[in-house]
C-alpha cells in the first residue's frame, strides 16, 4: 500500500495521495482521494464512486473555481496506476501558460521582431510529492 508518486508544479497546493493498492484500505475508497490545486488554479479531484465499493472506479474531475463547471469530462478509471499517469498528464497539460510568452510586439502593426525567436518547448518546475 505505496503512495504513487506524481510530481505536481512548484506552488501546488496537494491533499491526499494515490494508493498502490486498496485491497487492504476499502476504507480510504472514498470521494476523497487527492485533490491539487495547481499554481493557475486549475483544481485535479481524484475520487472514488461509488464510495467504499471495490467494484468502483476512480473519477477525475477538472476544473477552475466550481467542481460543477468542470474542463473537461469527467475520467473514470480502475487502476490506481493509470490514474496516477492521467494525474501526471493532466498536470503537465494545465501547468503550461494559458497564451503563449514567447513573442515580442515592436510596433502596432504587430509584426515580430527579428531578435524574437520561439525557444524550446519549457516544462514547468516540479516537485515529487
Same mark, same amino acid.
Given at each position: 500500500m505505496k503512495p504513487l508518486k506524481i510530481k505536481f #508544479?512548484? *506552488?501546488s497546493t496537494v491533499v491526499g495521495e494515490i494508493l498502490s493498492d486498496y485491497s487492504n484500505a476499502r476504507s480510504r475508497l472514498s470521494q476523497?482521494?487527492?485533490?491539487?490545486?495547481? #499554481?493557475? *488554479?486549475v483544481t485535479i479531484d481524484v475520487g472514488w464512486m461509488p464510495r467504499f465499493n471495490p467494484d468502483g472506479r476512480f473519477v477525475i474531475t477538472v476544473f477552475r473555481d466550481d467542481p460543477d463547471s468542470p474542463l473537461i469530462a469527467k475520467i473514470e478509471e480502475k487502476s490506481p496506476f493509470e490514474t496516477a499517469n492521467l494525474v501526471q498528464q493532466l498536470i503537465v497539460e494545465?501547468?503550461?501558460?494559458?497564451e503563449p510568452t514567447w513573442y515580442r510586439l515592436v510596433s502596432a502593426t504587430n509584426t515580430l521582431s527579428s531578435s524574437s525567436r520561439r525557444p524550446a518547448k519549457a516544462r514547468p518546475d516540479f516537485v515529487a510529492c
Amino acid at each position: 500500500m505505496k503512495p504513487l508518486k506524481i510530481k505536481f #508544479p512548484i *506552488g501546488s497546493t496537494v491533499v491526499g495521495e494515490i494508493l498502490s493498492d486498496y485491497s487492504n484500505a476499502r476504507s480510504r475508497l472514498s470521494q476523497d482521494i487527492l485533490q491539487a490545486t495547481l #499554481p493557475g *488554479g486549475v483544481t485535479i479531484d481524484v475520487g472514488w464512486m461509488p464510495r467504499f465499493n471495490p467494484d468502483g472506479r476512480f473519477v477525475i474531475t477538472v476544473f477552475r473555481d466550481d467542481p460543477d463547471s468542470p474542463l473537461i469530462a469527467k475520467i473514470e478509471e480502475k487502476s490506481p496506476f493509470e490514474t496516477a499517469n492521467l494525474v501526471q498528464q493532466l498536470i503537465v497539460e494545465y501547468s503550461q501558460p494559458a497564451e503563449p510568452t514567447w513573442y515580442r510586439l515592436v510596433s502596432a502593426t504587430n509584426t515580430l521582431s527579428s531578435s524574437s525567436r520561439r525557444p524550446a518547448k519549457a516544462r514547468p518546475d516540479f516537485v515529487a510529492c
